[in-house]
């Protein structure tokens, strides 16, 4: 239950990026910037950041500028402006309802942006409610600093419409979601597991609750992945054929690989091509590298093929290479994990 809303959304971190330290994050400032002009001229709105200012001009003055950006000076004196930053969007904010059981839209987490000089810029990082964003309070000290200022009070209307014209800006997955006073903010929402669990990522783990009597089961992101890759190749093992260990004949259609009475080795590319296919369906987007092979050898399910550079891929006594885990490591590991599936 989330008994006081506002206290989640007290906070305020200050930053910088600097040209020369974060060229990517400086690059990726500049592009959100023309996104938002686009967005604005899209919708046919008189707004325009410039100079790092956001105006609010003719829309004579967008059409030129779109056509030329080499305009004259005189052209650009033709706008007013309405504060002197300008704010990129970057979750929406959302609170789940107990009674309800579903999730509202409670405000928005933005970055609000100054430029110091042509080599850095400041940003503030807040969350806001969307009932502290429909007045003009929040634009003050205590919310931004003293060098951050509306030009005129009456212009804040014009602010505000800027703010949510730029929410085009995100997709339906960019939010962040508070689940109740004892959780807090989590990162990503999974959904809810077929037993009713919660199943969302908080802090670089996967976390599953169901409810304020119900203690909070956590599992770090790699180990995660890793019954997600197991749990589908387990699937394709049990609807396909293998051959003994020792055959070392050509592969047939459904045959996978080999085995014997501890270990099940499946050739390399089955494993890669289900694996993929099976991750995207379930909704993960992780990818299966050397790390997660890694992951696995440590916990003694994979056999690797030499140290320095391991293969995954192991030569068998048959001359063949395949994905070698062993049988009773991977029942164990998935049957203890699986809940978070």
Not at 4 to 14: E, Q, R
Not at 96 to 112: N, P
Not at 174 to 188: M, N, Q
Not at 264 to 288: L, M, P, Q, Y
Request: net charge neutral.
């Amino acid at each position: 239950m989330i008994n006081d809303l506002a206290a989640h959304f007290s906070s305020k971190a200050v930053r910088y990026v600097r040209r020369i330290e974060n060229p990517k994050e400086f690059a990726k400032i500049k592009k959100a910037k023309k996104e938002i002009n686009a967005i604005f001229s899209e919708v046919g709105e008189d707004f325009l950041i410039e100079e790092n200012k956001l105006l609010k001009v003719s829309r004579k003055r967008i059409m030129q500028i779109q056509e030329d950006e080499d305009e004259d000076e005189e052209s650009k004196k033709d706008g007013k402006p309405i504060c002197n930053f300008f704010i990129i969007p970057q979750y929406r904010l959302r609170v789940f309802d107990d009674e309800q059981q579903r999730f509202k839209e409670a405000g928005l987490s933005i970055r609000v942006y100054a430029r110091i000089n042509w080599h850095t810029y400041k940003y503030i990082e807040l969350d806001l409610l969307n009932e502290t964003l429909a007045g003009i309070k929040w634009i003050n000290p205590n919310y931004l600093d003293y060098d951050y200022y509306l030009y005129r009070g009456s212009q804040y209307p014009y602010l505000l419409r800027s703010i949510w014209l730029s929410t085009r800006l995100l997709s339906e997955d960019d939010d962040k979601v508070l689940f109740d006073d004892r959780i807090g903010w989590i990162d990503e929402f999974f959904g809810r597991t077929e037993s009713g669990y919660f199943h969302y990522m908080k802090d670089g783990q996967i976390a599953m609750w169901k409810s304020e009597d119900d203690p909070k089961k956590t599992i770090d992101q790699m180990t995660y992945r890793a019954v997600v890759f197991l749990k589908s190749i387990k699937g394709l093992i049990d609807k396909s054929s293998l051959l003994p260990m020792s055959d070392s004949s050509r592969l047939q259609e459904g045959i996978i690989g080999w085995q014997d009475d501890s270990k099940w080795a499946i050739k390399f590319d089955i494993v890669k091509t289900h694996t993929t296919e099976e991750i995207k369906r379930s909704g993960n987007s992780f990818k299966v590298d050397s790390k997660l092979y890694a992951h696995l050898h440590k916990l003694g399910i994979l056999e690797v093929e030499g140290e320095a550079k391991p293969r995954p891929d192991k030569k068998l006594s048959n001359g063949k290479r395949a994905f070698v885990l062993d049988k009773i490591r991977l029942e164990e590991f998935i049957s203890e994990h699986e809940i978070y599936l």
